[in-house]
């Protein structure tokens, strides 16, 4: 439900600033694959919009962080 708002956002950001460098940050991602899957569609939404801009694409920074009785490590298995 929220990513065609995060898409919308995106773009509106994209189009304003053109920034060089996007930092994105889950403060509260989950443990699991979920949190790539977020990371996937607002990378995929970046390029999108920066496509049709014609534009070059630009550097991407994510901070992902979860509570410490999470564990960390099963995002990336």
Do not use: W
Not at 17 to 31: M, Q
């Amino acid at each position: 439900m929220v990513k065609p708002i995060v898409g919308a956002s995106i773009a509106e950001l994209c189009c304003t600033l053109f920034p060089e460098c996007l930092k994105v940050a889950d403060l509260g991602c989950s443990p699991g694959p979920n949190t790539l899957l977020v990371v996937s569609d607002i990378m995929d939404s970046i390029h999108t919009t920066y496509q049709k801009l014609n534009r070059p694409p630009l550097s991407l920074q994510f901070f992902l962080n979860d509570l410490p009785e999470n564990d960390f490590n099963t995002v990336f298995r």
